[in-house]
């Protein structure tokens, strides 16, 4: 599986953006996606994850009620909206698939990543 995260850019705090993620391959379906961040200097941090299917979501609790992972396993893209932006969210956003599916917090438990979306949320 092959992973090509787009959509970062720079956005004024309170903003929205809406990052994808296109996969390869006609297995996109049978992986639990996730999103994770890495900002300067940080370590890298789970933001959302979902289930194969679509049906289950998680979220960090930094991000829950203003970010929104959805799939489309018809388009083998996942999503990040990411709404009220705050100039902590400011990092490289990655993508990542998981053929297990489970305890998709944990990077460890993904197979798959992409390169890096940068996003920049000014003040």
């Known amino acids: 599986v092959q992973l090509q995260a787009s959509g970062g850019g720079l956005v004024q705090a309170g903003g929205s953006l809406r990052l994808s993620c296109a996969a390869s391959?006609?297995?996109?379906?049978?992986?639990?996606m996730g999103w994770f961040r890495q900002a300067p200097g940080k370590e890298r941090e789970f933001v959302a994850a979902i289930s194969t299917s679509g049906r289950s979501t998680y979220y960090s609790d930094s991000v829950k009620g203003r970010f929104t992972i959805s799939r489309d396993n018809a388009k083998n893209t996942v999503y990040l909206q990411m709404n009220s932006l705050k100039s902590e969210d400011t990092a490289d956003y990655y993508c990542?698939?998981?053929?297990?599916?489970?305890?998709?917090?944990?990077?460890?438990?993904?197979?798959?990543w992409g390169q890096g979306t940068l996003v920049t949320v000014s003040s």
């Open positions: 391959g006609r297995t996109f379906s049978s992986y639990g």
């Open positions: 990542a698939a998981s053929w297990s599916g489970s305890n998709l917090y944990k990077g460890d438990e993904y197979d798959y």
